[in-house]
């Protein structure tokens, strides 16, 4: 049974129709790259999955349950963005936990899962910090910290390395690679760079004006693109 599914899903702003019907199954461990250009749709796509947006018509549901109308907070989900969101007044430990806080998780497990977190981010020197005096790359981690302690079944991401320079960004890429390894998270991960998504999924979603024109293996696309899109966007040049 897929984690997250997404069955004929649309979104339709006022008169214009955004989302077309999507379609797509991300299977436990698994992790899935939405990629195309800007305006075709990708966020409005994971919004809808994180329920910060109503969706139009078709059903989302995450680890077996329809979420269409179940609020952020219940749908066992966490979302990365590219801003980082970080509250700028609390120490980086204060930000990490913030959501087991407001779960009311008993201390001692709170400080175990940020443990836990800071060791494989490398943010163990820096949890009395404020996010001021990190660099980006280590308040990207600091928003993966976040995420990672709530352990949710379905990690959302929103071009989450956008905002850092090119080496950085690089390195931030092996870095998420490595953690899916370790921790198998599955995850739907929104990029409009092709490399990213070639690097980091294990199935792409090629999107084009509110389509998921395919869905396949990296290799697999750039070799066999379904459409001339497809095939400029992703494909070999042959
Ligand atoms: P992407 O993330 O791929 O750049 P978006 O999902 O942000 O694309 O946007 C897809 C389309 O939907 C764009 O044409 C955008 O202008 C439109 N759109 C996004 N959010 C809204 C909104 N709240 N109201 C009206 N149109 C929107
Ligand atoms: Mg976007």
Redesign the pocket.
């Known amino acids: 049974m897929a984690t997250l599914s997404l069955r004929d899903v649309k979104k339709r702003?006022?008169k214009?129709d955004?989302i077309h019907g999507v379609d797509l199954d991300v299977a436990e461990g698994e992790f899935i790259v939405i990629v195309?250009?800007?305006?075709?749709?990708?966020?409005?796509?994971l919004?809808m999955a994180a329920g910060l947006?109503t969706v139009t018509s078709g059903e989302i549901s995450i680890g077996g349950r329809v979420v269409n109308d179940l609020e952020p907070m219940e749908r066992d989900i966490a979302m990365v963005f590219q801003n980082y969101a970080l509250y700028p007044h609390m120490s980086v430990f204060d930000n990490i936990s913030y959501g087991l806080k407001i779960a009311k998780m008993p201390k001692a497990e709170i400080a175990e899962r940020v443990a836990v977190a800071a060791k494989m981010l490398q943010l163990e020197p820096y949890l009395d910090r404020k996010p001021r005096e990190l660099s980006g790359g280590q308040r990207q981690r600091v928003a993966m910290g976040r995420a990672i302690v709530r352990k949710p079944a379905v990690f959302l991401f929103?071009e989450p390395l956008s905002n850092l320079d090119a080496k950085l960004r690089v390195q931030m890429r092996l870095e998420i690679k490595a953690l899916q390894r370790d921790l198998g998270i599955t995850s739907l991960y929104?990029t409009?760079d092709q490399v990213e998504a070639m690097t980091l999924a294990d199935r792409m979603v090629v999107?084009n004006g509110?389509v998921a024109d395919q869905i396949g293996a990296p290799l697999e696309v750039y070799a066999n693109p379904a459409t001339v899109f497809v095939a400029g966007f992703i494909g070999s040049p042959a």
């Open positions: 702003f006022g214009t955004v195309g250009p800007s305006g075709c749709g990708k966020s409005t796509l919004r947006e929103d929104v409009h999107m509110g």
